[in-house]
C-alpha cells in the first residue's frame, strides 16, 4: 500500500493586513500518495501558492490540520520545519536559485552540506544526480555558462540529490521557452514513471497535462481535484 506523503484537513489560512484579517485559504481537504504527480493550477490570488508554500514547511496554517508523512507539522519551531524540508522535501524553483559563483556540481551538492553529509560523498551524489538529468560533462560549468534549460536540470538535480519523498516545483517551465519546457517536462514525467512524487504549480495547461492529477484553486477554495483528462506525451 502506497504511503500517504501529505495530508491536510480543513486547511486554513489567514493574513492580518491594515483592513483586519485576511483569510486567503478556506478549509482545504487534500491528501496526497506516494507515486502521484498533481499540478496545481489556479488565477493569481487562488491560494495555490499559499498552500504550496504550507506544504513545502515553508509558512504554517491559521487553523487546521497538515501532516507530512504521517507528522503534524501545525507546532514545529521554525528549526523543525527547516529540518523537515531538507530531509524530506526537494523544491525546484522557476528562477532556478542557482549560486552564480559556484559550479553546478557544488550547487548540487548544497543540500548535502547543510545535512553535513561528507565532502566525498557529497560530490559523489552530486555528480550521480547531474549524470542523472544529462549534465554529468557539465558539472564544472558555473550557471551562467549553461542554458537555461541547463540550469533547471541541475535544479532539478539539487532536488533529487537528498533522496526526497516529495518533489515540489514551483512554475518551474515559467522561465523557459516551449521546446525547454517539453524537455523538462519530459524529466519530470521520467522521474514519476521511476517512482517519485512530485506536486507541480504552473499556469500553462499543457504544461498541467504532463501530470496525472489535476488539482484546481479558486477564491482560497480547493474546487477541482481529480485525474488528468487526455495526458499529453512527450
Do not use: W
Not at 557539465?138 to 540550469?151: E, I, T
Request: aromatic share 6%; hydrophobic share 40%.
Amino acid at each position: 500500500m502506497a504511503r500517504t506523503l501529505v495530508e491536510t484537513v480543513d486547511l486554513k489560512k489567514a493574513y492580518i493586513t491594515g483592513a483586519g484579517s485576511l483569510e486567503v485559504l478556506h478549509g482545504v481537504d487534500f491528501r496526497l500518495e506516494e507515486g502521484e504527480f498533481a499540478a496545481v493550477m489556479g488565477p493569481s490570488g487562488s491560494g495555490k501558492s499559499t498552500f504550496m508554500n504550507i506544504l513545502g514547511c515553508l509558512d504554517t496554517a491559521t487553523s487546521g490540520a497538515y501532516r507530512l508523512l504521517g507528522e503534524p507539522v501545525s507546532s514545529l519551531s521554525a528549526d523543525e520545519l527547516a529540518g523537515k524540508r531538507n530531509r524530506f522535501l526537494g523544491f525546484v524553483f522557476q528562477g532556478y536559485n542557482l549560486l552564480p559563483k559556484s559550479d553546478l556540481l557544488e550547487n548540487v551538492a548544497l543540500p548535502l552540506l547543510y545535512a553535513r553529509v561528507p565532502a566525498a560523498e557529497r560530490r559523489e551524489r552530486a555528480l550521480e544526480q547531474l549524470e542523472r538529468v544529462g549534465l554529468g560533462p557539465f558539472a564544472r560549468r558555473l550557471p551562467g555558462q549553461v542554458s537555461g534549460g541547463q540550469q533547471q536540470r541541475a535544479a532539478v538535480a539539487r532536488a533529487l540529490v537528498g533522496d526526497p519523498d516529495l518533489i515540489l516545483a514551483d512554475e518551474p517551465t515559467g522561465n523557459l521557452d516551449s521546446q525547454t519546457s517539453d524537455e523538462i517536462m519530459g524529466l519530470f514525467m521520467s522521474l514519476n514513471d521511476k517512482g517519485a512524487s512530485i506536486i507541480l504549480v504552473t499556469h500553462e495547461p499543457d504544461v498541467a497535462a504532463c501530470a496525472k492529477r489535476l488539482v484546481r484553486f479558486h477564491d482560497g477554495l480547493l474546487v477541482q481535484d481529480g485525474p488528468v483528462v487526455d495526458r499529453r506525451a512527450l
